[in-house]
Structure formats: structure tokens, C-alpha cells
């Protein structure tokens, strides 16, 4: 069983692929610091799994715990899902997401050279692509300038990357630039759990409807779409867990000094208002919300081709929006 390290897997979207991993036969070593998971997901994946999970509660940034981690287990690849990701914080503490995000990425890069472990896949994000002028992206679709600190980390992060499989360290690595997750574990065990205010649009739907908050606004309703809300590329977080395991498969295939990115997404767009119609229809409950003024910097409309992951992975989405806001809304029941 070929073992791989998950940076922030006691996370929203590591947890889901750790489940999604050891299914195809691999064992995943988890280390988080718990800065926005609970020790809990490790006893709720322990459930769906069947097994405990391998767990270290640290810094992936702790070198010394890094290569503690390596004495104990022969590592064969790493998912770096590590990072802060609240787009608006990030604009009020720049500095904590740079430390964070470039930071802990600088770390594993050296540790994964000193140990000779090839395979690494990414979370990156399509906050690259700022506000595109063609839809839908690809991935040869220019990069533009971030819109947030946080989306500077995920291009620098990229740029670092590439960088350093250029210099021939050895390792293969895949960017997923994910799309909009969602969803959550059909066994509604595991799921998105925000700590605070929701930063995501289905959190805080879902804690409306659970009556937690009293009002949903939706940020702006003239913009040039079907109903004037934002558009997005919701994806079901089981989805995106499996485009993990099919990346790190592909990476095996590889020579060294190999680098490429993936969008992951569903390849459809959907309001931010047909998202909320959805919910209500497909759970039977209601969401009290309210039109609000636009917010500064919202990209409008955005949504992957997903034509290069479903050919060379072969990867496809197999979750429809209304599974996922039917999962999300029983992951939400069970809180
Ligand atoms: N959820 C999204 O909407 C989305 C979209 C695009 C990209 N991403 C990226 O995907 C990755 C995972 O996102 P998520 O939604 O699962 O977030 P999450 O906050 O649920 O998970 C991240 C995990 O990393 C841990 N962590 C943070 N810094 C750490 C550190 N230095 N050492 C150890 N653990 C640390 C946190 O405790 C948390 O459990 C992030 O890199 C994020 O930027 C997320």
C-alpha cells in the first residue's frame, strides 16, 4: 500500500479524498494543525472507513516533525492541501496567508527533494483566472492578477512549482485548480464545517435554512447573467476527491521533472440564485434571503472546460447540483 502524506487532511476537501484514497488502495498519513478542522473528523472517518487513520497534530511547515513523519512511514507521494483560504480575511492579514500558503509549500518542496518523494498534487484554485474574458477556461486561459492576497498565494504557489520542477529536484507534480466545491459525504459523517462566518456560499445557505442565520444576501442581482446573480462552477467535494486519486495515478506514469494543472470542475455554471432555488426544491425548506448590494472584486461569471481532465485522467464528474445540495443539507441536519 503506497502511502501519502495529506497536509490539512482532517480539512474540508482532504478529509473527502482520504476516504476516496484508501478505496483505491492507498494509506494516507494525515497531518493538520487543526487551525480550521476538529480532531473529530478523525473518529467520523474512521467510521466510513473502517480503520483509524494515521494522524499527526502539527505544523506541515515543522521540518522536524516532517521528517519525524518520514522515519515512521515510507512516503510515496504528497496532496498539500494545507492552506488558509478565506479570501476575505486574507485582505486584512496578508502577511499570515503568505507565511501560511508559500510558507508551508517552501517546506514540503525541501523536504520532499531531501527524501526523494516524487509525487506531489496541489490545490490550487480557479481564483487564477481572475474574471476571464472567454468562457468557459481552460487551462491554457491567461492567468491574471490576483484579486485577494489568498489568490496570490495560489499563483505564486504555482509559479514555485513550476520553478522548482525545472531545476530537475526529481519530483512530478499536478496543480488542481478546483472550481467551486461542494457537497459532502453521502454518509453526512463528514463534511464542510467553517469555523465562524461561512466564507462559501453553500455554509451559509445551509446555516440559514438550519435557522443559525437569519438572512442570506445575495451580492448584486443585475449583473449580466440569466437571473443577474454571479455565476460559479459548483463541483461535489466526492468529485473532487477523486480527481486527487486519478492524479496521483497519472503521476506514476510520468518521467521525472514533470509538471501540469487540471481544472476541476464540472464544465457547468449556475447562479448563485438557481443555487438557493435548488436547495429549497430538492430539500423541501425554505431560505430567507435578501438582494444585497454588489461586493467589489466578486467576479462575475466563471465556469471550467474540463475537456483536458476528462481526456488524459479520465476523470468525470459523476454528482448533479441537486446531490450536492442534498448532501450538504444532511451534512448540515447532523451538526
Ligand atoms: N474550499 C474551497 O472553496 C477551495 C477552492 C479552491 C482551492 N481550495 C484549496 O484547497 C485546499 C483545502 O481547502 P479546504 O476547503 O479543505 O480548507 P480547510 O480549511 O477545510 O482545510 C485545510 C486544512 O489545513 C489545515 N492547515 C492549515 N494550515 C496548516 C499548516 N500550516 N499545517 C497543517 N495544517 C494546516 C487546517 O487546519 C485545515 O484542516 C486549500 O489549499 C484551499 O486553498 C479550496
Redesign the pocket.
Known sequence: MKKILI?????????HTAVELVKSGFEPII???????DVKVLDRLEEIIGKRLTFYK????DRNLLEQIAEEHELAGVI??????AVGESTMQPLKYYQ??L??LLTILDFMKAKQIKDLVF?????VYGQPDVLPVTEATPRQDAESP?GNT?KICEDILMDFVKSQAGIRVISL?????VGAHPSAKIG???KGTPA?LVPFVTQTAAGIREKLTVFGDDYDTADGSCVRDFIHVMDLADAHVKALAYLGEQQDYFYDVFNVGTGNGNTVLEVIRTFENVNGVKVNFEIGPKRAGDIVKIWADTAKINSILNWHPSYSLEDSLRDSWNWQKTL
Open positions: 497536509t490539512g487532511g482532517a480539512g474540508y476537501i482532504g478529509s497531518i493538520d494543525d487543526l487551525s480550521n478542522s502539527g505544523d506541515c511547515s498539500h492541501f494545507a492552506a488558509f483560504k501560511n500558503n510558507g508551508s490545490s490550487s484554485s480557479c481564483t489568498y495560489k485548480r478546483y472550481f467551486n466545491p464542510e464545517l467553517p462559501n
